[in-house]
T-cell receptor
Framework: SQQGEEDPQALSIQEGENATMNCSYKTSINNLQWYRQNSGRGLVHLILIRSNEREKHSGRLRVTLDTSKKSSSLLITASRAADTASYFCATDQGGSEKLVFGKGMKLTVNP | SQTIHQWPATLVQPVGSPLSLECTVEGTSNPNLYWYRQAAGRGLQLLFYSVGIGQISSEVPQNLSASRPQDRQFILSSKKLLLSDSGFYLC???????????FGDGTRLSIL
């Protein structure tokens, strides 16, 4: 069953702008993860945020988690053309045996 | 460091032919292993996962099967391919069920 839903489905911005992607989920979680997928390649893990964390940073990435709203956001600052990719959130289901991935959203950064 | 190898990168097969896709992981032991299918422009569909040798869990009833003959080897098979088996197949591994997953580069399977 679908757990994480990314929003928007697609986003097109200019290089240098910030990109914000949102993920909503339905059940309690232990952690939430964000992945990137370049066209025709496998997914690459970007960042993991635990349910007791509210914000996490990694380079130009900033992830927030609001467990009361069951939502997370991924912010990419000062975007580059190389950030063009699909982005997925993935969640467990509070003790489930596996991660469940969202459908992903496509980010296009125009040079 | 750990690496994951998945091959072939692309495959074109006729309907009704058999399939064998192989995935191997190096640099870790007793990984959790996963097979996903991704339709064009869509999300990931978990097909099979394995927590140990010979232990396979199937997520979706279908024309495919999986095996784990060795600790770091995961094989996706079919006896007779259907047109609907076309897609992008991804193998992944993780340390635990909910820890970050590490993906191979995928196999693009086209059925004619």
């Amino acid at each position: 069953s679908q757990q994480g839903e990314e929003d928007p489905q697609a986003l097109s911005i200019q290089e240098g702008e910030n990109a914000t992607m949102n993920c909503s989920y339905k059940t309690s979680i232990n952690n939430l993860q964000w992945y990137r997928q370049n066209s025709g390649r496998g997914l690459v893990h970007l960042i993991l945020i635990r349910s007791n964390e509210r914000e996490k940073h990694s380079g130009r990435l900033r992830v927030t988690l609001d467990t009361s709203k069951k939502s997370s956001s991924l912010l990419i600052t000062a975007s580059r053309a190389a950030d063009t990719a699909s982005y997925f959130c993935a969640t467990d289901q509070g003790g489930s045996e596996k991660l469940v991935f969202g459908k992903g959203m496509k980010l296009t950064v125009n040079p | 460091s750990q690496t994951i190898h998945q091959w072939p990168a692309t495959l074109v097969q006729p309907v009704g032919s058999p399939l064998s896709l192989e995935c191997t992981v190096e640099g870790t032991s007793n990984p959790n292993l996963y097979w996903y299918r991704q339709a064009a422009g869509r999300g990931l569909q978990l097909l099979f996962y394995s927590v140990g040798i010979g232990q396979i869990s199937s997520e979706v009833p279908q024309n495919l099967s999986a095996s784990r003959p060795q600790d770091r080897q995961f094989i996706l098979s079919s006896k007779k391919l259907l047109l609907s088996d076309s897609g992008f197949y991804l193998c992944a591994w993780s340390v635990t069920a909910i820890s970050p997953q590490h993906f191979g580069d995928g196999t693009r399977l086209s059925i004619l």
